[in-house]
């Protein structure tokens, strides 16, 4: 109804815009505002209208009427000025007309965020394909055949040129450490932000295509505690010089020892709440020191190099920093979420 207001408001700008005699400034009173006119009627129309929109209805509709004796007035002080040619823009006293600005996607906005951190710091961007195939995404880093993520539940495969090949959506930026390897000789020190695609069921929690960003660092003596540091300084820039960070145990394939790193609950500051499980704190990536046997499959020395590397989820550390109840808000596009960032 309110949409149908705002056509008839369209309606009235573009007749006002035709207003150059005085018989064309009658023409607009009695079609609008004389006792048979439209506002008119439309006020008396009012009783029909569904009492949960009578209100917000009522007030719009009142908005339209002064908007058209305004109109009225203005031009008759042009009209009996002698001016016919007078626009409505002519008057500065008149309210502007505003327009709806895009702004950056929330997602945008962190993934370049993350990338100057990263770029400060010496990272390179490099960003792989997102259909890989299972060498990639799998085998060379060091995730046999039998391990649990190559199963069908759980990847997206699909058929591709090479028939002895298997191709698949990535399922993780990690494939981008070994095309890097691959035509790079260390030092290497890259980020690689992208889409990743799993096979989920739609959650609050996930959803089957999120975005990822991967790190990667090898030289000669890279050691745990650069990754730490780099992996801290990270933590602190994007979400805050006071966050508390700390790093547990964890497994991957590609990585020994492996590690997840937690930032401190933002809402509870460590006390214990649902948002963090009451454990005080919220996981945000994995991590390691790349697996010897991960340098085999790209000719890398291992007695020669070390490394680390690290993959975080780019929604869910925005779930956290944001305290967004919902991950699929990211994609609904509405636009009372989307500006508030
Ligand atoms: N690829 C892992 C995942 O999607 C995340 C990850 C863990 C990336 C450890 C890494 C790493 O580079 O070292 O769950």
Redo the contacts with the bound molecule.
Sequence with gaps: MIDNLEKFKKEIEEKASQITSPEALEEFRLYYLSRKGLLNDLFENLKNIDKSIKGSYGKALNDLKNFAIEIFEVKSKYISKGKTKGSMIDDYTLPGKTFNTGSKHLLTQALEDITKIFERIGFKVYEGPEIEDEYHNFDALNTPDYHPSRDMQDTFYISGKDKDKKYLLR????PG?IRVMENQQPPVRVIVPGK?YRNEAISSRSLSMFH?V???YVDKNVTFRELKGTLDFFAKEFFGKDIKTRLRP?F?P??EP?G?MDVECFLCKSKGCRICKYTGWLEI????M?DPDVFKFVNYDPEVYSG??????IERTLLIRHGIPDIRMFYENDVRFLKQF
Excluded: N
């Design positions: 399922t993780h930026t990690s450490q990743s990822q991967e790190g990667l964890s991957f590609f990585t492996s997840e990536l994995g991590c390691g790349v680390f590397a690290f993959g975080m989820g």
